[in-house]
């Protein structure tokens, strides 16, 4: 066993075993359990850290070791007796000594004197133990080579900044430190040092003012927290005035689609993104018509950007996030290596997607979010589709000249109104449960007989045409052949020419939204009846439907074609939507880094543009996907 006292005293040797050795034991656990058996480790800490004590005591006991933690009150180092001495006690009752401490200089007399290993976990100067974690996290990643890659650095030319140009450097790797001029800047001599390392193994260090133009191409955008624990809060306005440029920055844009008024973050979400090491940004009014104003996102904690310094402050974000695909033009202003997260069909958007791959960008699609328990928490598609529902069934009774519920009155009973519902997902179920709230006598019909339980739980009847089933992949429908389109149409005739209202919601995310309805079929409604097509927008489930209009037949049959539907309810879909973003984005965050692991199956599945070039699950370039 030998000390790890800085960072530079690793050799390529030393960093490829410590590899090597953390992933043997985590691939095969049981391997490890008596790695320090019979063995004492000490654990000083004069600079307190939660998430190190913990890591540190659960990882010596794994290893089958026996943890000690001593407090800086419980030792005289330094005060009553020297360090030397500390060193020489220590030594006597314990195997190795982690250290976590302010002064490099106190951990290198440590070393120097006693004769176990010691281990730094933090100075004010190094953090060669983040850097083992860092590094290895991205070797995970990338791989054991890491020629043709830039690996970027933004913020304070701290400990951290060190460590990073150091390791990176022995690892042969092209690093750069994105830092302010003057005292925020890396050591002088340590870059001196890194570039010296550099020089004899191929790799390269370089120092930026810029953080856009270094960020540039970059494969791992690198960042570390401002303030660390024990440092003067006096500190923290001058550091958040002079680092606020080097900030790796969620941007919230206003929506620019006529009608949509939601959101892609509301207030109550900044401080858990805070808290995850990010900052964030939001154009003005971008959460007005949501009933965020500009002060609440303020008092969360985020910067309001006037719209005026909105493209600049676009084009600086590290991560984008809105409810509707970006233009393409922004797309061209993004910077590289940037991220963005909305809704964006491959369907409905492919310019957007081009432009996004040209730029650079990755570019994640809500759409294609895995539709698996692990998933649910993200799945904008449903959180949305609960709103569509709803708001359906209240258009519907909007524009009916009926009464929904049955009522007793003097003047006579009021028979209830006979709604259908022809699609039993999210959408579908949630028409259901409001308009039997409203008291309609509520009837359905899917074509996945696995849904008639669910439809009766709602209090609706299940309509069971028996017919083929189409259930597909991810609980969508499968497409039907034309003669079983006829008949279903041919069977659901009567049933729809008794309805007072008809509300369609069968749609496959990707796909034209198929036909279920014709102008026969709804010409036999009686006048007054309403049909609302939530599908109006991908081509519609009833024929004749316009997305946006509302449409009176010769017959005297409404039909309302829903256009934005989660938008009129912008106040609870946004908050919805906003979760479903959070959720999404902190599965990419560690230690205030946003860097999208294709390892997870969510994050690989829902990805459409990396490195420049459209993908397919699985890392396929569209070029190459067969």
């Not at 030998?2 to 050795?21: G, Q, V, Y």
């Not at 402050?313 to 909305?342: E, F, R």
């Amino acid at each position: 066993m030998k000390d790890l006292l800085r960072t530079e005293h690793l050799s390529r040797a030393d960093i490829e075993l410590l590899f090597t050795t953390a992933s043997d034991f985590a691939t095969e656990p049981l391997r490890s359990l008596s790695a320090l058996s019979g063995k004492t480790v000490a654990i000083y800490m004069t600079k307190p850290s939660t998430r190190t004590r913990l890591a540190s005591e659960t990882a010596i006991a794994h290893l089958g070791g026996s943890p000690v933690f001593l407090r800086s009150e419980d030792l005289q180092i330094g005060r009553g007796e020297t360090i030397s001495d500390t060193a020489k006690i220590l030594s006597g009752f314990c195997s190795a000594l982690i250290i976590r401490t302010f002064a490099q200089s106190d951990v290198d007399e440590l070393g120097a004197n006693a004769t176990i290993p010691v281990i730094n976990a933090l100075t004010d100067d190094d953090h060669p133990t983040q850097a083992l974690a860092d590094w290895l996290t991205i070797r995970e990643k990338f791989g054991a080579d890491l020629s043709g890659r830039t690996f970027v650095y933004v913020g304070d030319g701290n400990n951290v900044t060190h460590s990073w140009l150091l390791m990176g450097a022995q690892l042969g790797a092209h690093v750069v430190a994105a830092t302010p001029p003057g005292e925020y800047a890396p050591d002088a001599a340590v870059v001196q040092r890194a570039q010296a390392i550099a020089a004899t193994t191929g790799g390269k260090v370089e120092l930026s003012n810029d953080p856009v133009a270094a960020s540039k191409g970059a494969s791992v955008i690198y960042t570390d927290v401002w303030m660390s624990m024990g440092d003067p809060e006096s500190e923290r306005i001058e550091k958040e005035k002079v680092l606020k440029p080097f900030a790796v920055t969620p941007e919230v844009p206003a929506e620019t689609r006529t009608g949509e008024k939601r959101v892609a973050l509301v207030p109550d979400i900044i401080s858990k993104l805070t808290r995850a090491g990010l900052t964030v940004s939001i154009e003005s009014g971008a959460g007005v018509n949501a009933g965020a104003p500009d002060s609440e996102y303020s008092q969360a904690g985020a910067s309001v950007i006037p719209a005026a310094q909105a493209k600049q402050s676009l084009a600086d974000a590290d991560v984008i996030l809105s409810v509707q695909p970006l233009s393409p033009a922004t797309y061209a202003g993004m910077k590289s290596g940037a991220i963005t997260i909305s809704f964006l069909s491959p369907v409905t958007a492919n310019e957007s997607i081009d432009a996004a791959a040209k730029a650079g960008v990755t570019a994640l699609s809500l759409e294609l979010v895995p539709r698996i328990s692990r998933a649910q928490s993200m799945d904008a598609l449903t959180s949305q589709a609960l709103c569509a529902g709803y708001r359906a069934a209240l258009v519907a009774a909007e524009l009916s000249p009926r009464f929904f519920p049955l009522l007793m009155t003097a003047a006579g009973t009021v028979t209830p109104a006979n709604v259908l519902v022809l699609g039993a997902g999210v959408a579908g179920l949630q028409a259901i449960a409001t308009a039997r709230r409203l008291g309609a006598v509520v009837s359905a019909y899917d074509v996945r007989p696995s849904s008639a339980d669910e439809v009766r739980s709602m209090g609706a009847t299940f309509l069971d045409l028996q017919l083929e089933v189409l259930e597909g992949a991810g609980g969508y429908a499968r497409e039907m052949t034309e003669e079983r389109a006829a008949k279903q149409q041919e069977l659901l005739t009567p049933y729809i020419s008794k309805s007072h209202v008809l509300i369609t919601t069968a749609a496959v995310p990707g796909r034209p939204a198929p036909r279920l309805v014709t102008k026969t079929m709804y010409s036999q409604m009686a006048e007054g009846s309403v049909i609302v097509d939530l599908a109006a927008e991908s081509g519609g489930n009833v024929e004749g439907s316009v997305a946006g209009e509302t449409i009176v037949t010769s017959g005297g049959v409404k039909i309302w074609g829903g256009k934005d539907v989660p938008s009129q309810l912008p106040f609870h879909a946004s908050s919805l939507y906003a979760r479903n973003v959070l959720n999404l984005l902190l599965l990419m965050v560690k230690d205030g880094k946003v860097t999208p692991d294709f390892a997870d199956e969510i994050i690989d599945t829902a990805t459409v543009t990396f490195g420049g070039q459209r993908r397919t699950p699985g890392g396929t370039s569209a070029k190459g996907a067969q």
